[in-house]
């Protein structure tokens, strides 16, 4: 079955570096990523897309990139603050139209 | 105004109740979905409605009901709440032109006791 993995540890980072997320998937092969942002109690808001045919995007601090070989979205956000902090999901889509998220990771941005 | 809006915001119901959760959009989109987001589980789909007339159960359908009313308002129903369906509900529209970039309402918190 399809499966998406994203760290459930949080990802505790100082204000100003930068903070790396992964997502992997198995067992498909989506076309599309997208990276939702989720704050406590909200609902998730869009971030960014990535095609399988792009290596890398980027907007504004945020990066990403889709290494559909290795099966593996990576999430970036430079010069991190402290507004940072939230929950960070992934969603591949399924080829049916209709989008999997995974458990998300949680950013923890200190000054 | 928000874009997408879910009443009601929190509810507290007791086992065998039948209660709905309504969501509105003005986004104009077709395309309307109701998840479910459990601690370490993340979000699950309950049902998706591609246009009024297409509905379509999702991952975990059981116990649940839908409506889509029009275009803007599409419900969702438990005919009798267990405890298990405790969770944080999420409507949510997308956008078929921008690869379903998905669109969240602020969630409903259901307790069932």
């Known amino acids: 079955s399809q499966k998406i993995e994203q760290n459930s540890e949080a990802l505790n980072i100082q204000e100003g570096k930068t903070a790396t997320l992964t997502c992997n998937y198995t067992n498909y092969s989506p076309a599309y990523l997208q990276w939702y942002r989720q704050d406590p109690g909200r609902g998730p808001v869009f971030l960014l897309l990535i095609r399988e045919n792009e290596k890398e995007k980027r907007k504004e601090r945020l990066k990403v990139t889709f290494d559909t070989t290795l099966k593996q979205s990576l999430f970036h956000i430079t010069a991190s603050q402290p507004a940072d902090s939230a929950t960070y999901l992934c969603a591949p889509n399924t080829g049916f139209q209709k989008l999997v998220f995974g458990t998300g990771t949680r950013l923890l941005v200190s000054p | 105004d928000a874009d997408v809006t879910q009443t009601p915001r929190n509810r507290i119901t007791k086992t065998g109740k039948r209660i709905m959760l309504e969501c509105s959009q003005t986004k104009g989109h077709d395309r309307m979905y109701w998840y479910r987001q459990d601690p370490g589980l993340g979000l699950r789909l309950i049902y998706y409605s591609f246009d009024v007339k297409d509905i379509n159960k999702g991952e975990i359908s059981d116990g649940y009901s839908v409506s889509r009313q029009a275009q803007a308002k599409f419900s969702l129903s438990l005919e009798s709440a267990i405890p298990n369906q405790t969770a944080l509900y999420f409507c949510?529209?997308?956008?078929?032109?921008?690869?379903?970039?998905?669109?969240f309402g602020p969630g409903t918190r259901l307790l069932v006791l």
């Open positions: 949510a529209t997308s956008d078929p032109s921008y690869q379903e970039t998905q669109y």
